[in-house]
């Protein structure tokens, strides 16, 4: 892709006052939801994430939280 193409689609994104990150995922939704069934539920399912949380204090690590983040509500159509 030359760099005139790649930096396209940069004001779009930029002028709605979005990062590159949540216009991913906004696209990456919006794919999603135009899956049909089976393939819309998997996708769907894969979406939730867990990451562990671990904060220090004077240097000593505290006990390690695990948060999960629920997948989104389908969208309504």
């Not at 979005?18 to 393939?39: D, F, G, Q, W």
């Not at 769907?44 to 240097?59: A, F, I, M, S």
């Amino acid at each position: 892709m030359s760099g005139a193409a790649a930096g396209a689609a940069a004001p779009y994104w930029r002028n709605a006052g979005m990062t590159y990150i949540s216009y991913a995922n906004t696209c990456a939704a919006m794919v999603r939801n135009c899956l049909k069934e089976p393939h819309k539920t998997k996708a769907l399912n894969r979406e939730q994430v867990y990451y562990k949380l671990q904060t220090y204090q004077e240097g000593e690590p505290q006990k390690p939280v695990v948060r999960e983040t629920p997948p989104a509500p389908p969208a309504k159509e």
